[in-house]
């Protein structure tokens, strides 16, 4: 079973690839968002840990987001989830109650189907993704080792199904032959109702470990997924833009990169029921707010 000091430790591990922020070490508490409304003309949520653990609404969520909308804040959603298309995703925030408009969501699978290429891909992907934004040619990675040699590049999009043994027939072939690897959620981990499930981002790091060189990691902390929130925010200064999420090293790290203001989530995410100033004080990343929910 994963812990949190485990998972902390893997990020930290990870730490160079990653981006850097200089931030002061000062971190206040808040009550709730509104504590912050006025300094703040958008606010940008993670959705697991923040918005939702699993299938599971995080209470008080939906209600924070009408209240914010109502003072004039503008919400996005920016979440590493790239198991499902945006229909999908919309279709999810709604039946949990948050109802969101198009341009409210912004996903790493977005910003990682920009960047494909022409050329045949092999594609890891949930078996119920029938991978209908996919403009490019593909084919599914299964138990077929062939496929994998076959493939001139790698999009992994979720790891749902993944096993160790796809792991190696994956790592074997890059090792032969290193192509791209676009990896669509940079998450090692994403908490769920029954724990913690490995992400696309463990897999990819572990490549990446073994001296395969051309993985590319898409999603919070990496800057694609940035540049896409603050083009939909045009006219809004970047120190305007408020990040909520529960991780350090994504979530807050990611922010501050971008001169953003920063808000530590902590009960239902990562961090749940640990001391967030301890891993503050170990990894040197300090939110400029830390608030129980939001």
Known sequence: MLSTPDIFSRYEEIRFRLPQAQRFNVTRDIDDLNDIA???????????????????????????????????????????????????????????GIEIEDDEIITSRDA???????????????????LSDLDVDYVRLADHAQDYDLAESFLFLSSSGWTEVRQQLLKQSLLKNDRSVIIANS?????????????????????????????????????????????????????????????LHTDILGAAARGWQTVLVTQDGLFSGHDTKKYSSQSKIYPDWRVTRI
């Open 38 to 96: 006025e300094q703040a003309k958008a606010f940008v949520f993670d959705a697991f840990g923040v918005l939702n653990v699993g299938e599971t609404l995080i209470k008080g969520a939906d209600q924070r987001l009408r209240e914010l909308r109502a003072l004039g804040c503008k919400i996005r959603i920016l979440t590493n989830a790239s198991s499902y298309d945006r229909f999908r995703a919309i279709e999810k925030f709604s039946k949990l």
């Open 187 to 247: 998450d090692i981990v994403a908490p769920r109702d029954d724990g913690f499930s490995l992400e696309p981002g463990h897999f990819g790091h572990n490549l990446a470990d073994c001296g395969i060189k051309n993985v590319r990691f898409f999603g919070k902390p990496f800057p694609e997924v940035y540049d896409l929130v603050e083009a939909s925010l045009s006219g809004i200064p970047v120190h305007q833009i408020a990040m909520c999420g529960d991780t």
């Open 112 to 130: 990682a189907l920009l960047v494909l290429t022409s050329g045949l891909w092999g594609v890891i992907a949930a078996k119920e993704d029938n």
